[in-house]
């Protein structure tokens, strides 16, 4: 549970950081936002650049900042990249779960 409340914050926390230098997410703007986003992170600068990379060659996550159709599939497997890049590939696990399982673990009861 704690590694998909740390996908929705890392998540949250890239679409807030690029979401306010523009409504438009131009490529400038956004390689600056990404870099801005993993310098927070405080990792090893050999994992900085591969992930500031990662997202910023990430259309799918372009296309979800700028209002555009995306794939949700596409943005939680760059959240399971950048929590792994986190918190080491041994603490995230990244198999693939049935619907039933998402209930049981994000469903509340008003």
Do not use: R
């Amino acid at each position: 549970m704690l590694a998909l409340c740390l996908i929705y914050y890392v998540l949250a926390g890239a679409a807030a950081i690029i979401a306010t230098s523009s409504s438009t997410c131009k490529i400038d703007e956004m390689k600056s936002a990404s870099a801005e986003f993993v310098g927070d992170l405080a990792l090893p600068s050999s994992q900085t650049q591969l992930l500031i990379s990662t997202l910023e060659g990430d259309y799918n996550l372009a296309a979800f900042l700028d209002g555009h159709d995306y794939l949700e599939s596409g943005l939680i497997s760059l959240a399971c990249h950048v929590a792994q890049a986190i918190l080491g590939s041994e603490s995230v696990d990244t198999e693939p779960v049935g619907k039933t399982e998402v209930m049981l673990n994000w469903y509340v009861v008003a």
